[in-house]
């Protein structure tokens, strides 16, 4: 028996004069030649050329088991008999061993060694890697469950690679997206379920469980717990779902769940204890006369609370020539803002008494970056941004909440954000601190409560309108980007379908959208009244500091 020579691999020798220019021969009799050889070196390549691989969890309705997998030759395979045993196929191999045939109740599936390729009732199946033979085992691909196995299997089979679940039969695994934000002494667990799937949530022996009516879960993002209202989430096979321990800071929790569409949204809010309230003295009693100016007006907004929203900056999406998105009718998504945006702000004057600044009143183009200049000359404690999404597809439907993704700024983005001031020297002698911050990292700082708003508005919009599969998202928008405030852009829907055009055309409509909103930032002024919330403790940031570089701020929008 001849060897390899050293650092030749048994392809590279068969493909040997390829690989120095010259045509392999195509005479008949050299190719059965090759081929026989091709055959005797697959049969007696050596066991070692396997390793172990992670293997798959096979989910039926009986329960879970383990399915080994190998690694052969760079590529992930499962052992042919082992599938055999497993769904009951005749299995039976060739003359020669360079063929074996597959049989199952619904049909026939033909293999051959080194090829990647099946044939599946006469017709012809790509596969992602070749099949292979050693020592009398045959190695198939992982999809070839699914795109040979499954059209002649008697029971459904669905392989999800990425969480390595193969599926047989009816049985119900929901796909589940987990996401968990500390929020100073509390936090949020955030769960997106696709399809719906019924569950609950219960408090026993000192945990949250949350239980899905499902034969498995299938949990494609999990972010790992931190902070004092959790100290671990756990995934249990066994419920299915999740076991939560609370943290030291924990008291108690609160639910709120959703759907849209195909896919649930469960959102567990884990809460500290209330803070004591110290005994206030006894304060004069109000006036009952009422104040002459109101007149009529609405009933003033309840200020027990104190509130760290004094202004807030909507900005109508596009204007002037940019009509944005437009709808197959011929609605243009900057009407639709510029009206949704005038309804905002009568709510919110009415129902908070807040100062509010619109980017634009009329038909007007205002470039990206001055709107989030505006929004720092005047000191605003908000930015709300609003938009009509738009989309290829007509069905696309469902509002959206965004707040600012800063991925393609890389990791350096928020150290340098949140670098301590520059001093410079102030008349009289000392030196003063400042915080200058780069344009185009003025929002890093304020992240979390950009996250905290979006949830919060998300929250009320799915009680009044259509929602998107995936309310609450992150994405690099440059509106808000340069906006020194938390900041949020609102998608109110998609234009560009049908229906959903008619419908933010109506009045009905915007003024729901508005109502959410309005409730969004009240529930985040209370969270705010009870945990405030500093950009930076060691470097506070000025909210009319930041600026586009080399751009002189107006004092006209001041005004």
Request: glycine fraction near 10%; include cysteine; hydrophobic fraction near 40%.
């Amino acid at each position: 028996m001849s060897h390899l020579p050293p650092g030749r691999s048994c392809d590279a020798m068969m493909n040997g004069q390829m690989l120095h220019g010259k045509r392999p021969p195509t005479d008949l009799a050299t190719l059965a030649l090759a081929g026989a050889g091709l055959a005797l070196v697959i049969g007696l390549l050596p066991l070692t050329a396997q390793e172990p691989a992670a293997g798959l969890t096979l989910i039926t309705e009986e329960g879970r088991r383990s399915l080994d997998t190998v690694r052969v030759r760079d590529s992930e395979a499962i052992a042919l008999d082992d599938l055999s045993a497993l769904f009951r196929l005749d299995v039976g191999e060739e003359t020669g061993g360079r063929t074996i045939t597959v049989d199952a109740a619904g049909g026939t599936v033909v293999l051959t060694a080194e090829q990647a390729l099946a044939t599946v009732d006469g017709r012809l199946v790509s596969l992602d890697g070749p099949v292979h033979r050693f020592a009398g085992r045959w190695f198939v691909p992982l999809d070839f469950v699914g795109r040979a196995l499954a059209p002649i299997h008697d029971q459904p089979l669905e392989l999800r690679r990425r969480s390595r679940l193969l599926l047989v039969g009816a049985v119900r695994v929901p796909r589940v997206s987990a996401q968990y934000r500390p929020r100073a002494q509390s936090g949020r667990l955030r769960l997106q379920i696709t399809p719906n799937t019924a569950h609950e949530v219960t408090e026993e022996r000192g945990r949250l469980l949350i239980r899905f009516d499902a034969d498995a879960i299938d949990v494609v993002r999990f972010a790992e717990p931190r902070g004092e209202a959790v100290r671990a989430i756990e995934l249990l096979d066994a419920l299915p779902g999740f076991a939560i321990e609370p943290g030291p800071a924990y008291a108690s929790h609160r639910i709120v769940s959703g759907e849209s569409g195909n896919s649930t949204e469960l959102v567990v809010d884990l809460e500290e204890a209330a803070p004591a309230v110290a005994a206030a003295s006894p304060a004069a009693p109000a006036s009952s006369a009422p104040d002459p100016g109101l007149g009529d007006a609405d009933p003033l907004p309840d200020f027990s609370a104190p509130s760290e929203i004094r202004t807030i900056v909507i900005d109508p999406g596009h204007g002037g020539a940019d009509g944005g998105a437009q709808g197959p009718e011929g609605t243009l998504e900057k009407d639709v803002t510029l009206s949704v945006a005038q309804r905002l702000r009568t709510l919110l004057e009415r129902r908070l008494g807040v100062r509010v600044i619109l980017t634009r009143t009329g038909d007007t183009l205002v470039a990206l970056d001055r709107r989030a200049a505006l929004a720092n000359n005047d000191r605003a404690d908000l930015l709300i941004s609003l938009h009509a999404n738009s989309a290829l597809r007509d069905v696309a439907t469902g509002a959206e909440v965004y707040y600012l993704g800063i991925d393609e700024y890389g990791a350096e983005a928020r150290e340098l954000a949140n670098r301590d001031g520059r001093y410079l020297p102030v008349s009289g002698g000392g030196f003063r601190e400042i915080d200058v911050i780069p344009w185009e990292l003025a929002q890093v700082r304020h992240l979390a409560p950009s996250a905290d708003l979006a949830e919060f508005v998300g929250d009320e919009l799915r009680l009044r309108v259509p929602m998107s599969p995936r309310p609450v998202q992150q994405a690099p928008f440059r509106v808000l980007v340069g906006a020194n405030m938390p900041a949020i852009l609102v998608e109110m829907g998609f234009i560009s379908n049908p229906e959903q055009e008619r419908e933010m055309g109506q009045p009905g409509f915007q003024t729901r959208v508005a109502e959410a909103i309005v409730a969004g930032v009240v529930r985040f002024r209370d969270y705010l009244a009870t945990y405030p919330y500093a950009p930076d403790e060691e470097t506070a940031a000025d909210p009319g500091d930041a600026a586009p570089a080399g751009a002189a701020q107006d004092p006209q929008q001041r005004d």
